[in-house]
């Protein structure tokens, strides 16, 4: 079974930076593909950003390429997102998410097998 805490969530403004980080309870941490999903109040969850077993493919939202960075250190069992420039329509609360058993990096909610409980990111204009 594996557990994800999501973290660094909190209320900033119009262009400001802000880190979340994923810690994951989990033996095998290598083998899961990871991403990040967000979900505005009345909207669907979407793909934020995704990161491959080997940290070297990665995958972005167009609305956030560009401005946000995912990373992975397999070390401490843990998914970072960086997130610069932000803007209001950034606000959401942001979930970190992963599966295992394919290398291949997919955007689809579905194949994602487990979640953390989310954390919430405000930005203010």
């Known amino acids: 079974q594996v557990q994800l805490v999501e973290s660094g969530g909190r209320m900033v403004q119009t262009g400001d930076s802000l880190k979340l980080s994923c810690a994951a309870s989990?033996?095998?941490?290598?083998?899961?593909?990871l991403a990040w999903f967000r979900q505005a109040p009345g909207k669907e969850r979407e793909f934020v950003a995704g990161?491959?077993?080997?940290?070297?493919?990665?995958d972005y939202a167009a609305s956030v390429k560009g401005r946000f960075r995912i990373s992975r250190d397999d070390a401490k069992t843990t998914v970072y997102l960086e997130m610069n420039s932000l803007i209001p329509e950034d606000t959401a609360v942001y979930y970190c998410?992963?599966?295992?058993?394919?290398?291949?990096?997919?955007?689809?909610?579905?194949?994602?097998?487990?979640w953390g409980p989310g954390t919430q990111v405000t930005v203010s204009s």
């Open positions: 998410a992963a599966y295992d058993g394919t290398p291949v990096l997919y955007r689809t909610r579905s194949l994602y097998k487990y």
């Open positions: 989990v033996h095998t941490f290598s083998d899961y593909t």
């Open positions: 990161i491959g077993w080997n940290g070297v493919a990665k």
